[in-house]
């Protein structure tokens, strides 16, 4: 059965770290372009980051640029989100999600490229 599987979220401080997961099951991540999107409170989804298949290719949206990264371990077909410095705007429910067609630097990352997404983990930041 296709799964996608978030986990990492939690209470950060303003300028704070966390890492995400998004774990998967009856598909192999390595095959698939892989994104991550963020849904604050009474806001429209956001898209935030995606990689893709072989080349390795990543996006990321302006507002992330420099702070976060993607990766993927095909080993553990597991997709990870690394946040750095995070701020309190980006308090959001964070989903990854599989689709896509390609993942690139000029390639707008859209939702509904993605059809199978994850249930979603919860990130706050505040102090």
């Known amino acids: 059965q296709l799964q996608l599987a978030e986990s990492g979220g939690g209470l950060v401080q303003p300028g704070g770290s966390l890492r995400l997961s998004c774990a998967a099951s009856g598909f192999a991540v390595g095959r698939y372009v892989i994104g991550w999107f963020r849904q604050a409170p009474g806001k429209e989804r956001e898209a935030v980051s995606c990689i893709g298949t072989s080349d390795g290719r990543t996006n990321f949206a302006d507002s992330v640029k420099g702070r976060f990264s993607v990766s993927r371990d095909d080993a553990e077909n597991t997709v990870y989100l690394q946040m750095n410095m995070l701020m309190p705007e980006e308090t959001a429910d964070y989903y990854c999600?599989?689709?896509?067609?390609?993942?690139?630097?000029?390639?707008?990352?859209?939702?509904?490229?993605?059809?199978?997404w994850g249930q979603g983990t919860q990130v706050t930041v505040s102090s």
């Open positions: 999600a599989r689709g896509g067609t390609v993942c690139g630097a000029s390639v707008p990352i859209r939702a509904n490229h993605y059809r199978y």
